[in-house]
């Protein structure tokens, strides 16, 4: 199957401060990832939605999911189906595939992962697994 043809979904992990945006498909390629600020992220998602012909936008369903649902179907250019994902525990699931995708290096490859935080946000890694519990769900 051409790259082109696999749908792509875009994973939403809303935030009341900082929310997490990705991009892949149905083969787990990741196209996209991101943390914006929330006052950013509209802007963020109408460029990528646009940018990557995406036709479904997964988001997280649990804080402030609700009022970002209901700013998404006014707010958003282009009508995309959205679909909410349970997302208890996708921080802590975040935080070891962050380590996966960013092996920690020199001293801090001695600490037990337990102990290591990622020295960034990891909203957009949230976002990634809120695609992936999607697929999972299918």
Same mark, same amino acid.
């Given at each position: 199957?051409?790259?082109?043809?696999?749908?792509?979904?875009?994973?939403?992990?809303?935030?009341?401060?900082?929310?997490?945006?990705?991009?892949?498909?149905?083969?787990?390629?990741? @196209? @996209?990832?991101?943390?914006?600020?929330?006052?950013?992220?509209?802007? !963020?998602?109408?460029?990528?939605?646009?940018?990557?012909?995406?036709?479904?936008?997964?988001?997280?369903?649990?804080? !402030?999911?609700?009022?970002?649902?209901?700013?998404?179907?006014?707010?958003?250019?282009?009508?995309?189906?959205?679909?909410?994902?349970?997302?208890?525990?996708? !921080?802590?699931?975040?935080?070891?595939?962050?380590?996966?995708?960013?092996?920690?290096?020199?001293?801090?490859?001695?600490?037990?992962?337990?102990?290591?935080?990622?020295?960034?946000?990891?909203?957009?890694?949230?976002?990634?697994?809120?695609?992936?519990? @999607?697929?999972?769900?299918?």
């Amino acid at each position: 199957m051409n790259q082109e043809n696999l749908s792509k979904i875009l994973g939403f992990d809303p935030g009341r401060d900082k929310c997490g945006v990705a991009i892949t498909d149905n083969k787990g390629n990741i @196209y @996209y990832h991101q943390v914006v600020e929330s006052s950013q992220a509209i802007l !963020t998602l109408n460029t990528l939605i646009e940018q990557f012909s995406i036709n479904l936008l997964v988001m997280g369903n649990q804080t !402030t999911s609700k009022q970002w649902k209901q700013r998404l179907e006014k707010e958003l250019l282009l009508s995309v189906p959205i679909e909410l994902i349970d997302e208890r525990n996708s !921080t802590l699931e975040a935080r070891d595939r962050y380590w996966e995708m960013y092996p920690p290096q020199g001293l801090m490859r001695l600490l037990p992962q337990g102990m290591r935080n990622p020295p960034r946000p990891i909203d957009d890694i949230v976002a990634i697994l809120l695609i992936e519990r @999607y697929f999972n769900r299918l």
